[in-house]
């Protein structure tokens, strides 16, 4: 969590740049395999911050606020974890049929002021901006960026995964199975906001090894009234989903905050 | 070898007459690589929907190897194990058998037994897939209708993991 505590010094500050800290970079955790068959499997995961998808280029995912979740509710173990320089990486034990969830959760806190007519901003944690005297200034403008980076990996058949949703930021309510994504087949996925259909969140969509192509091709999509897209994948591969939105208000510590809610999905598309 | 795998087939399918109306030959080539392993095949009956009507063979390594559990590459055989080895418990008696050798295979279903007992009339479709590991992937579908005027004699030929795959049924019910 050190690395986030880090003090930004900008010296030109600009309404854009705050209110999309979290598309600078691309959040991503990526599972060895989705799909496992037989009754005990392990799968390796790597979690990054890059440019390209998925080559961990940038720095690694913190493994701070990893949840693993299984099958049935229970919260599984995080196994030979490490943090290198650009990639962290672990492994879980599947032991039980079903759609496990894997997610990494942080949140960050943006503020910016003035002081002696010049602008200011910093990334920190809500507690060092107290510390900081930084909550109490006249003209703060104070924002809390939640993240979900998230993927599925599924033992045996896939599961229901919408029960373990928690009701807290941006969460996807498959209704295709994200370990069921087909070449070519048109599938649907729904997201919420703290438990509520999310209507009109633009949703960018990027094939992997974005690398290797002159342009990300990447696709965009909104979500309709009811927090849904439907999309067709055109080739086999990984790809990863990512949407944001700077909604609402939240209150933490007795500090009344905007609240932006970020949320990345990697899955593959198979071939049939 | 043309003529000596046709001379084959033809042996196994007369013998398989007396006793078998639906016979379904399947060859594995042989594949010249540095490291062969035999694939996992899967034969199951579907409508054209997808819809799985009755599995009819699968054939993957039994036990557990030094490199893990045999059915941790059943899902390599994708198309099959989306539409049903994902929801079975394997092994599953007369249909799950150990990993094949190349050469023709036979799997015959006699007549009166399922899934060809109470087919409802209607086309079907006759999906052979095959994996192999450090190898390639293979599907062959082959559509036929039910129940046939006469005789059905269908021959499909597979280009990498799976040569001529061959339904045929007796027009005696």
């Given at each position: 969590m050190?690395?986030?505590?880090?003090?930004?010094?900008?010296?030109?500050?600009?309404?854009?740049?705050l209110s999309t800290p979290i598309q600078a970079h691309r959040l991503w955790l990526l599972p060895s395999t989705f799909t496992l068959s037989g009754d005990t499997q392990w799968v390796t995961v790597d979690g990054a911050i890059s440019n390209d998808l998925f080559f961990p280029n940038h720095v690694a995912m913190s493994l701070s606020d990893i949840h693993i979740t299984a099958p049935d509710g229970s919260k599984a173990a995080l196994q030979n974890g490490a943090e290198g320089k650009f990639r962290a990486?672990?492994?879980?034990?599947?032991?039980?049929?079903?759609?496990y969830r894997l997610a990494e959760l942080g949140a960050t806190y943006f503020a910016?002021?003035?002081?002696?007519?010049?602008?200011?901003?910093?990334?920190?944690?809500l507690d060092w901006l107290i510390e900081q005297g930084i909550t109490k200034k006249d003209s703060v403008k104070l924002m809390k960026a939640a993240r979900r980076v998230e993927t599925f990996v599924t033992l045996g058949a896939?599961?229901?995964?919408?029960?373990?949703?928690?009701?807290?930021?941006?969460?996807?309510?498959?209704?295709?199975?994200?370990?069921?994504?087909?070449?070519?087949?048109?599938?649907t996925f729904k997201f919420e906001i703290d438990g509520k259909p999310a209507s009109d969140l633009q949703v960018t969509?990027?094939?992997?090894?974005?690398?290797?192509?002159?342009?990300?091709?990447?696709?965009?999509?909104?979500?309709?009234?009811?927090?849904a897209i439907s999309f067709t994948l055109p080739e086999?591969?990984?790809?990863?989903?990512?949407?944001?939105?700077?909604?609402?208000?939240?209150?933490?510590?007795?500090?009344?905050?905007?609240?932006?809610?970020?949320?990345?999905?990697?899955?593959?598309?198979?071939?049939? | 070898m043309r003529t000596i795998l046709t001379l084959a087939g033809a042996s196994l399918m007369m013998e398989a007459t007396a006793i078998a109306d639906t016979n379904i030959t399947i060859e594995l080539p042989?594949?010249?690589?540095?490291?062969?392993?035999?694939?996992?095949?899967?034969?199951?009956?579907?409508?054209?929907?997808?819809?799985?009507?009755?599995?009819?063979?699968?054939?993957?390594?039994?036990?557990?190897?030094?490199?893990?559990?045999?059915?941790?590459?059943?899902?390599?055989?994708?198309q099959w194990w989306r539409r049903s080895g994902r929801k079975l418990d394997l092994?599953?008696?007369?249909?799950?058998?150990?990993?094949?050798?190349?050469?023709?295979?036979?799997?015959?279903?006699?007549?009166?037994?399922?899934?060809?007992?109470?087919?409802?009339?209607?086309?079907?479709?006759l999906n052979v897939e095959a994996a192999r590991e450090v190898g390639g992937r293979e599907l062959l579908r082959i559509p036929f209708t039910w129940p046939a005027d006469g005789p059905i004699t269908q021959t499909m030929s597979g280009s990498t993991e799976l040569g001529d795959v061959t339904l045929t049924v007796d027009a005696t019910n």
């Open positions: 050190k690395k986030y505590l880090k003090t930004i010094l900008a010296t030109a500050t600009t309404v854009a740049c990486t672990f492994d879980i034990e599947l032991d039980k049929q079903g759609t910016r002021w003035q002081e002696n007519g010049e602008p200011k901003r910093t990334r920190a944690s896939p599961s229901d995964v919408s029960a373990n949703a928690t009701g807290q930021g941006i969460e996807l309510i498959p209704v295709t199975h994200p370990n069921d994504i087909y070449v070519d087949e048109a599938a969509v990027i094939k992997g090894h974005d690398r290797y192509r002159d342009n990300s091709n990447e696709m965009q999509f909104t979500t309709d009234a009811n927090g086999a591969g990984r790809y990863w989903f990512s949407t944001s939105t700077t909604r609402g208000k939240t209150e933490e510590k007795g500090i009344t905050m905007a609240r932006r809610v970020a949320y990345t999905l990697t899955i593959e598309a198979l071939a049939n | 042989r594949i010249h690589v540095a490291e062969y392993h035999r694939p996992y095949v899967a034969v199951w009956l579907a409508q054209p929907n997808h819809k799985v009507i009755a599995n009819l063979a699968v054939w993957y390594q039994q036990h557990d190897g030094e490199e893990g559990e045999g059915k941790s590459w059943l899902k390599d055989v994708r092994p599953i008696d007369g249909i799950s058998g150990p990993t094949q050798a190349p050469g023709i295979h036979e799997v015959s279903i006699p007549q009166g037994n399922d899934p060809f007992k109470n087919l409802p009339a209607g086309d079907y479709i």
